[in-house]
């Protein structure tokens, strides 16, 4: 029903940067916002910064003034700017599509996953 694919990752120096980007696809009417998760070696996966349609944007501690997530709604699109990367944001990034409140924050995953793409920050 919905197709995700993550794309923009890579090998990077501590310090470096990376742009992600996902595209949607599908039944993704239903859904007000899309967000970012990630995924390190060994441990859960965990939710990065989450985006409304219409603006309202949320991150995780682990990534605030480092991170930035935008949208192109037009093109179904969500991008994450990572810059400053750590050696601790090495993981499998996914993008996800799901429902948020604007006013509050929180968000809800919905189980739609595509294949992520890796992320890899060392010396």
């Known amino acids: 029903q919905v197709q995700l694919v993550e794309s923009g990752g890579g090998l990077v120096r501590p310090g470096g940067s990376l742009r992600l980007s996902c595209a949607a696809s599908?039944?993704?009417?239903?859904?007000?916002?899309m967000g970012w998760y990630r995924q390190a070696p060994g441990q859960q996966r965990e939710l990065v910064a989450t985006i409304t349609h219409g603006g309202s944007i949320n991150y995780a501690d682990s990534v605030k003034a480092r991170f930035t997530i935008s949208r192109d709604n037009a093109k179904n699109m969500v991008y994450l700017q990572m810059n400053d990367l750590k050696p601790e944001d090495t993981a499998v990034y996914f993008c996800?599509?799901?429902?948020?409140?604007?006013?509050?924050?929180?968000?809800?995953?919905?189980?739609?996953w595509g294949k992520g793409t890796l992320v890899t920050v060392s010396s």
């Open positions: 599908g039944s993704i009417f239903a859904f007000n916002a």
């Open positions: 996800n599509v799901g429902f948020s409140d604007p006013d509050v924050g929180g968000y809800y995953a919905m189980d739609f």
